[in-house]
């Protein structure tokens, strides 16, 4: 926190980005202040031109930590939050926890897998998504981001079903596995 309030990062769709401190931010209201570094003026912006608004713990953040996509080192800190996968249009993608996920707003809260991450939270704009998972199918996600098996009993070993997958065969239709467990909702389910 600085001295006008949470230091956040709000990343537009356009790829603009403005760094800062806010007082004023509501997952409910249409638009927000932020008074970028080194400005005494705030800066009215409106979350529907948004991608994400990032709180962070410092506006410089570590350039070199490489962001971990994965549930593993933080499924006990979650509590009952559900685990969380998101793609954003521009590719970019966000593993993390939620609490609630009220269609009625025009985002929610997402607090990152990655327990070393410099972001505290995401407030996470559904116009800016291209895909959103929970729970199995996030997990699903993940292991798909990290180049893992999808299922993780194959690691133990391969089935002649799995065949195909190891050798870089796309299955055809009829020998597909069912679809993963949870919640999927792709561009235009929203």
């Known amino acids: 926190m600085s001295g006008y309030g949470l230091l956040i990062v709000a990343r537009f769709r356009d790829g603009t980005v403005v760094g800062g401190t806010t007082a004023d931010f509501r997952e409910d209201r249409e638009s927000f ?9 705030p800066i009215r912006v409106a979350v529907e031109e948004l991608k994400a608004v990032f709180f962070v713990k410092t506006l410089i953040g570590n350039h ?7 549930f593993r080192h933080r499924a006990a800190e979650a509590g009952g939050r559900r685990k969380v996968w998101v793609e954003f249009l521009d590719g970019e993608e966000l593993a993390g926890f939620t609490d609630a996920n009220d269609p009625a707003l025009p985002g929610f809260f997402l607090y990152p897998a990655d327990s070393q991450s410099n972001i505290e939270r995401a407030f996470v704009i559904r116009k800016a998504m ?48 069912p679809a993963p467990r949870g919640k999927s909702y792709f561009l235009g389910d929203w």
């Open 64 to 70: 070199v930590h490489q962001e971990s996509k994965s």
């Open 33 to 41: 202040h932020v008074v970028a570094d080194g400005t005494a003026s």
């Open 130 to 177: 291209r895909a959103y998972h929970e729970n199995e199918a996030a997990e699903q996600a993940a292991l798909v981001h990290e180049g893992r098996p999808k299922d993780p009993r194959s690691a133990v070993g391969l089935s002649p079903d799995r065949w195909d997958e190891m050798l870089g065969i796309r299955p055809s239709p009829s020998r597909r596995g």
